[in-house]
């Protein structure tokens, strides 16, 4: 077994975005599978010490990548110079601003994608510009992209015109499997992520109405930030049993996850959702929750599981209680609870950093 120095240079900021649950996931289970990583990204996290640089940037819109490529500029020739790695893993976000070094680099390095921009804004137009250029720059000088799904790689080849190697690391989670049993008199259903219009959270509210029509007893909570959080708020203020919190810290999180039954995917199917593969589904499965939510490949596990449940109709939440009643008839929520934490034992960041270390092997 060969253990490896690694420099990974991430635009996710470390410590608040929740998005950076794949970096803290993946650099702790390296470090446990005893390779060195150096990480460098905006934010800070103290528990890293030496082995995180922090990457100073301005948090004013359109400038937040520039000005962390500026500033990452600075600091890497030293770092580089000081250091010899084996390989070096670096975001989407900084590869074009740092396309002159990049293509003179001797190290082996690798593109990382974790999925492209998603603002529906003028911003959105500068990163997908950032994004295409940084894939059509990739494809002639990084060894592989990381991606985290076939139908990533699909979207690549389509939208930025690239086919190049790619290796699929899918989101993991460090969660510690479920041991405690679930009370079942109440039905609790969960939602965690980014609160905005694209995610369709407008359809929970439905799937709510829907339940209480049908009599079944429930409970729902909505748990983060975005720009329809304050609708969502509004929209349910009156509707017992809806709860809509702020971000919270990952050990409360894991409280209510503990005693809760069926995690929420709302997106609906459009490229962007369909491609991805959501932290939630492995955080979900790994405390025994039944995923639900409409039919498409980003809300599947990647072989048919019978604790995903899924539909294809416009209306899913109308089809979704419907199933939801026949396995809770049947006796079975507690069954397809256990299978899914069964499953989710191949999702862990271990298996997952394990599986990537494999993979990066075969380019160097």
Same mark, same amino acid.
Request: proline residues 4%; charged residues 30%; glycine residues 6%.
């Given at each position: 077994?060969?253990?490896? +120095?690694?420099?990974?240079?991430?635009?996710?900021?470390?410590?608040?975005?929740?998005?950076?649950?794949?970096?803290?996931?993946?650099?702790?289970?390296?470090?446990?599978?005893?390779?060195?990583?150096?990480?460098?990204?905006?934010?800070?996290?103290?528990?890293?010490?030496?082995?995180?640089?922090?990457? $100073? $940037?301005?948090?004013?819109?359109?400038?937040? &990548?520039?000005?962390?490529?500026?500033?990452?500029?600075?600091?890497?020739?030293?770092?580089?110079?000081?250091?010899?790695?084996?390989?070096?893993?670096?975001?989407?976000?900084?590869?074009?601003?740092?396309?002159?070094?990049?293509?003179?680099? +001797?190290?082996?390095?690798?593109?990382?994608?974790?999925?492209?921009?998603?603002?529906?804004?003028?911003?959105?137009?500068?990163?997908?510009? &950032?994004?295409?250029?940084?894939?059509?720059?990739?494809?002639?000088?990084?060894?592989?992209?990381?991606?985290?799904?076939?139908?990533?790689?699909?979207?690549?080849?389509?939208?930025?015109?690239?086919?190049?190697?790619?290796?699929?690391?899918?989101?993991?989670?460090?969660?510690?499997?479920?041991?405690?049993?679930?009370?079942?008199?109440?039905?609790?259903?969960?939602?965690?992520?980014?609160?905005?219009?694209?995610?369709?959270?407008?359809?929970?509210?439905?799937?709510?109405?829907?339940?209480?029509?049908?009599?079944?007893?429930?409970?729902? &909570?909505?748990?983060?930030?975005?720009?329809?959080?304050?609708?969502?708020?509004?929209?349910?203020?009156?509707?017992?049993?809806?709860?809509?919190?702020?971000?919270?810290?990952?050990?409360?999180?894991?409280?209510?996850?503990?005693?809760?039954?069926?995690?929420?995917?709302?997106?609906?199917?459009?490229?962007?959702?369909?491609?991805?593969?959501?932290?939630?589904?492995?955080?979900?499965?790994?405390?025994?929750?039944?995923?639900?939510?409409?039919?498409?490949?980003?809300?599947?596990?990647?072989?048919?599981?019978?604790?995903?449940?899924?539909?294809? +109709? +416009?209306?899913?939440?109308?089809?979704?209680? &419907?199933?939801?009643?026949?396995?809770?008839?049947?006796?079975?929520?507690?069954?397809?609870?256990?299978?899914?934490?069964?499953?989710?034992?191949?999702?862990?960041?271990?298996?997952?950093?394990?599986?990537?270390?494999?993979?990066?092997?075969?380019?160097?």
């Amino acid at each position: 077994y060969i253990y490896m +120095k690694i420099l990974w240079i991430s635009g996710r900021e470390i410590g608040s975005d929740l998005a950076s649950s794949t970096e803290v996931g993946i650099f702790t289970s390296l470090v446990k599978l005893g390779h060195d990583v150096q990480i460098m990204s905006p934010g800070e996290n103290k528990k890293w010490g030496e082995k995180h640089i922090k990457i $100073n $940037n301005k948090k004013f819109p359109g400038l937040v &990548t520039i000005t962390g490529a500026i500033d990452l500029g600075k600091k890497i020739d030293s770092i580089l110079f000081e250091q010899a790695y084996d390989f070096i893993l670096i975001d989407w976000r900084y590869v074009y601003f740092l396309r002159k070094r990049l293509s003179k680099l +001797k190290i082996p390095w690798f593109m990382v994608d974790r999925g492209p921009p998603v603002y529906k804004n003028w911003k959105l137009r500068l990163q997908k510009i &950032t994004w295409k250029k940084s894939w059509k720059f990739s494809r002639k000088h990084c060894k592989a992209g990381i991606i985290v799904s076939s139908n990533h790689a699909n979207f690549i080849e389509r939208y930025a015109d690239v086919k190049m190697n790619f290796i699929i690391a899918p989101s993991g989670t460090s969660f510690p499997s479920l041991t405690e049993k679930k009370e079942y008199n109440i039905l609790n259903f969960i939602y965690i992520g980014q609160i905005d219009k694209r995610r369709d959270i407008d359809s929970i509210i439905k799937l709510k109405e829907t339940l209480d029509k049908f009599g079944v007893r429930n409970n729902i &909570t909505i748990i983060g930030e975005g720009d329809y959080k304050d609708r969502i708020k509004k929209l349910t203020s009156k509707i017992s049993d809806f709860n809509v919190l702020s971000k919270m810290k990952r050990d409360d999180i894991n409280i209510i996850l503990k005693r809760s039954h069926f995690g929420l995917m709302p997106m609906p199917k459009i490229p962007i959702w369909e491609m991805s593969s959501p932290i939630k589904i492995s955080e979900y499965a790994r405390n025994g929750l039944i995923i639900i939510g409409p039919k498409h490949e980003g809300n599947m596990w990647g072989r048919d599981v019978p604790w995903i449940i899924l539909s294809e +109709k +416009k209306d899913w939440w109308e089809d979704v209680t &419907t199933k939801i009643l026949k396995i809770q008839m049947e006796g079975n929520l507690e069954k397809y609870s256990l299978n899914a934490i069964q499953d989710s034992d191949d999702r862990t960041w271990d298996n997952i950093a394990a599986e990537l270390i494999n993979e990066v092997e075969k380019y160097i």
